[in-house]
């Protein structure tokens, strides 16, 4: 029974399973969040999930080689409900409660997030679709959260093409200003396996980070994106 239930059994279950099906390196195993908001530890906390974030950061340190200004992280899934943007958001005040100064970039501009969680009432919804449209400028979009040292851009409104925005020449420009000003950037993407967003700004990044779901996450996903990352 055992044996016919792990054949069958089509997701990804632990880290063994991961280790069996790619070769791509795991950087950190992030404990279950059994708490009600997105951010779920405060400076010092000592939860099994914050120790669990922790490591996640010290890795991402070693893998870019050292402290130098304007490194660039990308982090996305396979699919929608991955726990992509937690851990996107949980990275960046990692790295801000570290004394690094950070940016959170929402790439994905498909939809809409209010960021609450980082004291933020965004009731001037311009970020960066409209940066990369022409329409805002880098100071207008850039905006400060009540987290010491943690900076955010925001999706800003959904554009008929985020896509074709990406490619336009405006990331880079973006990218190459805030580089100056943050230690580390941070950009929350769609997900890989629906959306070509992810594609486009994996290639302007020092490490892209896939998130994968216990129990939830199918393994062809994971093969898939594999296949993607090491294309």
């Known amino acids: 029974f055992i044996y016919l239930r792990d054949a069958i059994n089509n997701k990804v279950d ?19 969040n059994r708490y009600k908001t997105d951010i779920i530890f405060e400076q010092g906390a000592k939860t099994a999930i ?22 660039v992280f990308v982090v996305s899934s396979a699919v929608s409900g991955e726990g992509k943007s937690f ?4 990275l960046a005040y990692m790295f801000s409660n570290f004394g690094k100064k950070v940016l959170l ?42 987290f010491k040292n943690l900076s955010i851009i925001r999706s800003g ?35 890989i396996g629906l959306l070509s967003d992810s594609m486009e700004l994996m290639t302007k990044s020092d490490a892209n980070l896939f998130v994968v ?3 939830y996450t199918l393994k062809r996903q994971v093969l898939d994106a594999a296949k993607t990352y090491t294309e």
Not at 14 to 30: A, C, F, R, V
Not at 87 to 90: G, Q, R, S, T
Not at 169 to 187: A, C, N, P, R, T
Request: glycine residues 6%; contains cysteine; proline residues 5%.
């Open 105 to 146: 970039i929402d790439a994905d501009m498909r939809k809409y997030k209010d960021y609450k969680t980082f004291g933020l009432d965004f009731k001037d919804n311009s970020g960066l679709s409209d940066f990369l449209a022409g329409l805002s400028c880098k100071e207008e979009i850039v905006k400060e959260t009540k």
């Open 87 to 90: 851990c996107a958001n949980n």
């Open 50 to 71: 914050a120790e669990s974030f922790r490591h996640v950061r010290s890795n991402l340190r070693y893998m870019v080689k050292g402290e130098s200004i304007g490194k």
């Open 213 to 215: 779901r216990q129990n």
């Open 157 to 191: 409104e959904i554009p008929p093409n985020p896509a074709e925005l990406l490619i336009i020449g405006q990331m880079d420009s973006l990218l190459y200003e805030v580089k100056k000003e943050f230690h580390y950037i941070i950009i929350d993407t769609p997900p």
């Open 14 to 32: 632990s880290k063994d399973t991961l280790t069996s099906i790619t070769n791509l390196p795991i950087i950190g195993t992030i404990a279950k």
